[in-house]
């Protein structure tokens, strides 16, 4: 449990990182943007469904800014991901068994691929 909680909040934390992109076209973030990543899991706890759409959310959004190179939504979702981390800290707690653990963390690795993907542009 507790490697899962860290490794939540390392990802979280790289999400949030103040990298700047390169030479990134539109064609390859509309890519990102219609990637197919791990299905949003859905939980008996809707404080974690909840946390689950709200990241779904923020790293659509965090793409899409990119993509418009719009430099205020993207300092804003920064400041968005701090909150995100501590939310995640609370969250986490809430995965009782390691299927849900797991399912979450699967999820979470997909998010984070898809982000780490703007950062493998040259």
């Not at 507790?2 to 790289?14: A, D, G, M, W």
């Not at 219609?34 to 659509?60: C, G, W």
């Not at 793409?63 to 920064?78: F, G, H, R, S, Y």
Request: glycine share 0%.
């Amino acid at each position: 449990m507790r490697l899962l909680y860290i490794t939540t909040v390392l990802i979280l934390l790289f999400s949030c990182s103040s990298k700047q992109r390169t030479n990134l076209t539109t064609k390859q973030i509309d890519s990102l943007l219609s990637k197919n990543v791990e299905k949003r899991p859905v939980f008996k706890d809707s404080e974690l469904t909840s946390y689950v759409k709200e990241y779904d959310t923020f790293v659509e959004e965090y793409l899409t800014a990119i993509k418009n190179d719009d430099d205020d939504k993207i300092e804003e979702l920064q400041e968005q991901c701090k909150e995100l981390v501590e939310k995640a800290k609370k969250v986490s707690k809430k995965l009782k068994t390691p299927a849900q653990q797991k399912t979450f963390q699967k999820w979470m690795n997909s998010q984070q691929e898809k982000i780490s993907e703007i950062y493998s542009y040259s």
